[in-house]
């Protein structure tokens, strides 16, 4: 697919397109290519939020809510994890998770619970209705998402999640648990 080339002035140029020419007129001696990779996928990524926080909306939760709620779902029956390791697999601070799992056990979608195996510990675990609400919300996330990414070709998607996945690696620890 042919790209407009913000120095020879194609159509239809994007915004980015249109701060490269800026760029290139000023400073020419530069690369201006990884500003529009990044600059691209920064827009990208938050457009997509937008779309994906609408969807947790529709079902009463925040996107951290969601993610909390998500995390337990996965860890399978008894759908349940210790504050810590939400944190963990959530990449929250102890702080911040706390603050979820309050607002979450209002809203009667998780309990907390002393640990079976260590009365010094806590454990947060789904209760029916956070799983009936997890379990709805989670199907229209991935709706969502699906539409979302059929804007590209198979092959193109394809291609994007190979490279991302080659980029983040580079830039991440190697995950110690799913």
Same mark, same amino acid.
Request: charged share 30%.
């Given at each position: 697919?042919?790209?407009?080339?913000?120095?020879? @002035?194609?159509?239809?140029? =994007?915004?980015?397109?249109?701060? &490269?020419? &800026?760029?290139?007129?000023?400073?020419? =001696?530069? =690369? $201006?290519? !990884?500003?529009?990779?990044?600059?691209?996928?920064? *827009?990208?990524?938050?457009?997509?939020?937008?779309?994906?926080?609408? /969807? +947790?909306?529709?079902? @009463?939760?925040?996107? @951290?809510?969601?993610?909390?709620?998500?995390?337990? *779902?996965?860890? #399978?029956?008894? +759908?349940? *994890?210790? !504050? #810590?390791?939400? &944190? $963990?697999?959530?990449?929250?601070?102890?702080?911040?998770?706390?603050?979820?799992?309050?607002?979450?056990?209002?809203?009667?979608?998780?309990?907390?619970?002393?640990?079976?195996?260590?009365?010094? &510990?806590?454990?947060?675990?789904?209760?029916?209705?956070?799983?009936?609400?997890?379990?709805?919300?989670?199907?229209?996330?991935?709706?969502?998402?699906?539409?979302?990414?059929? /804007? $590209?070709?198979?092959?193109?998607?394809? #291609?994007?999640? =190979?490279?991302?996945?080659?980029?983040?690696?580079?830039?991440?620890?190697? !995950?110690?648990?799913?």
């Amino acid at each position: 697919m042919d790209r407009p080339d913000p120095v020879r @002035g194609d159509d239809a140029p =994007d915004r980015l397109d249109l701060i &490269a020419q &800026a760029w290139h007129r000023e400073r020419p =001696d530069l =690369d $201006l290519q !990884p500003q529009q990779v990044i600059g691209r996928l920064h *827009r990208v990524a938050r457009h997509l939020t937008e779309e994906l926080v609408t /969807v +947790y909306e529709r079902h @009463g939760l925040t996107e @951290g809510e969601f993610d909390v709620l998500a995390t337990l *779902r996965r860890a #399978g029956a008894p +759908y349940e *994890r210790s !504050p #810590g390791d939400l &944190a $963990l697999h959530t990449l929250v601070t102890s702080g911040g998770m706390t603050k979820r799992i309050d607002r979450l056990e209002q809203a009667g979608l998780v309990t907390r619970r002393v640990s079976d195996s260590d009365a010094r &510990a806590r454990v947060v675990a789904l209760t029916a209705r956070g799983r009936e609400v997890i379990d709805a919300a989670f199907a229209d996330h991935m709706a969502n998402e699906r539409r979302l990414v059929d /804007v $590209l070709t198979p092959a193109q998607a394809h #291609g994007l999640e =190979d490279a991302l996945r080659t980029w983040l690696a580079a830039l991440e620890e190697p !995950p110690t648990t799913a």
